[in-house]
């Protein structure tokens, strides 16, 4: 028995207590931040508006004061020697590193900055949600051009660096830099292209079998028969209802999600729940003991959205999940689709159309809206396009790339919350990651279970969200993206399995350019 090596250990265990601790009080005002804002976008009435934007603010001061304080970077220090003897996937190492990059990061943004930041983005986000539907550009043109300089100024605290929409990047889709993910959009744009325009020249799906009538209630039963089904924890979650729908985390027992609904398409209840479902399904699959530390989340923006673009499209769009669940929904609306049948349902739901809005578009031209967002962002931060000309460079790309062009400022550059809440860069391209992640991991499901497809058919989801869990989830953000996919997949991220997907869904739809 020895005395010292027991002391010395004890030592470090303490500093990782009091590590864990601090970083559970950094957690929990941001969860409780969370919670706040959750209430906002639900119940909250209108008048309550002022008190929260000030209440959030102060909870988002005091978690950076807290992630700041030298008090926490002692501590990193003094248990990093003891960090760096364990395997470099331990929960400790993890936690080490992370928090250490979480400091880091923090440090170098200044408190002042941050509270300017909020307010602001409180300001635009409020000018904006009256802007959008009375068509005001002219009223967001200020607010658009603090955007760019805020952003420009957040940038500079990260230099060097070679782009200035690199620190941007980083901070949602951690070692991903603005020309790594040009050289991915570029590379994805010349296949979808091509394939869109084929598509788009055939005449158009017939979806009238969506528009309804569909009443509130049924819809809202049918989504949560389809999230239990796919195994969202109702014990540890709920769902309700919002304008702009989304998923948020309280604590391991508490990952809420929200959707909207329309009478006149049956899609836009489902689909975002399904959507949320698959966010949350991730946040839910997180291991509990990383719960309340910098790991108890996604690994990045890119990787969550190809959770929720999985479930949503992979599996939500697909012929299988439509021969199990579509006689449940025809009982659900007898008078509106008794009578259609499952073919003319699924080409419904996977109709392809240019169109302006993003957030309805279909699969094969989702990502053209999302490169065309990115290359604009991109402009403006650099100064080669100035915010009085978006309006008209919107409407330049849309006529080019997707072949279709809006009349108003409403439905072009004013339609994404994105830019309007305060930040210009990093925001969108994590959607297009998403997509092609979404379908590298799914196969990579398919080869290691190749019974998926056939289970989903019948119903049954659990083996392939049990892989999810295994691989991705339980893992939360001790892995940086590429190390997680690499590891999962067993090559970097590439374009190869999610244009493959396309080409066999689409190919069955529609005729398509050969390869
Ligand atoms: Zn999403």
């Known amino acids: 028995m020895t005395i010292t090596a027991p002391s010395k250990s004890r030592t470090t265990e303490d500093k990782l207590g009091e590590l864990r601790e601090r970083l559970l009080e950094i957690s929990d005002l941001g969860f409780a931040g969370a919670v706040l804002g959750w209430d906002q976008a639900t119940y909250m009435p209108s008048g309550g508006a002022p008190a929260r934007g000030r209440q959030k603010a102060m909870l988002s001061r005091l978690g950076h004061e807290r992630l700041t304080d030298p008090a926490l970077g002692r501590l990193i220090d003094a248990v990093q020697p003891f960090a760096e003897t364990l395997p470099y996937d331990s929960d400790t190492a993890c936690l080490v590193r992370v928090a250490r990059r979480k400091f880091e990061r923090a440090l170098k943004v200044p408190a002042d900055f941050v509270a300017r930041r909020s307010t602001f983005s409180s300001v635009s986000y409020n000018a904006w949600t009256k802007a959008r539907p009375a068509n005001d550009f002219a009223t967001m043109r200020p607010h658009l051009e603090r955007a760019v300089e805020f952003s420009r100024e957040y940038a500079q605290f990260f230099a060097p660096f070679d782009h200035i929409t690199d620190p941007l990047i980083d901070g949602s889709d951690e070692g991903m830099t603005t020309v790594s993910v040009r050289a991915l959009l570029d590379e994805l744009r010349r296949e979808l ?96 003991e990383l719960v309340g530390t910098p790991l108890g989340h996604g690994a990045s923006a890119g990787v969550h959205e190809s959770q929720s673009r999985l479930w949503e499209n992979i599996v939500g769009r697909s012929r299988g999940f439509w021969e199990h669940f579509y006689p449940a929904v025809q009982s659900a609306f007898p008078d509106q689709l008794g009578a259609v049948s499952l073919d003319t349902f699924y080409r419904a739901i996977n109709k392809v159309q240019r169109s302006l809005i993003r957030t309805d578009a279909d699969e094969v031209t989702y990502n053209l809206h999302v490169m065309l967002r990115f290359g604009l962002e991109t402009e403006l931060l650099e100064s080669r396009l100035a915010v009085k000309d978006l309006p008209d460079a919107w409407r330049a790309r849309m006529s080019s790339d997707l072949g279709v062009a809006p009349t108003d400022d409403k439905d072009g550059c004013l339609q994404d919350v994105h830019w309007y809440g305060g930040w210009i860069g990093g925001g969108f391209q994590g959607y297009t990651i998403g997509n092609i992640l979404a379908a590298q991991f799914h196969a990579a499901a398919v080869v290691a279970y190749p019974g998926i497809p056939k289970q ?7 083996p392939l969200h049990d892989w999810l869990r295994t691989n991705i989830y339980q893992h939360g953000a ?38």
């Open 193 to 288: 292209v091509p394939i869109a325009k084929a598509i788009c020249d055939q005449p158009v799906a017939d979806d009238t079998c969506l528009r309804g009538p569909f009443p509130e209630a049924p819809q809202l039963a049918f989504s949560m028969l389809a999230i239990k089904s796919v195994g969202y924890d109702l014990e540890r979650g709920r769902l309700d209802k919002t304008h702009h729908p989304f998923c948020t985390k309280f604590s391991d027992g508490d990952v809420r999600i929200t959707t909207r609904v329309r009478e006149n398409d049956l899609s836009e209840a489902l689909f975002s729940s399904l959507h949320e479902a698959g966010h949350a399904l991730y946040e839910q699959g997180v291991a509990a």
């Open 456 to 462: 989903i058919a019948q119903g049954e989801f659990a």
């Open 478 to 515: 001790k892995l940086k993206p590429a190390e997680l996919v690499e590891r999962v997949t067993g090559t970097p991220m590439r374009i190869g399995p999610y244009v493959a997907y396309l080409r066999a869904k689409y190919g069955e739809l529609y005729t398509l350019p050969a390869v």
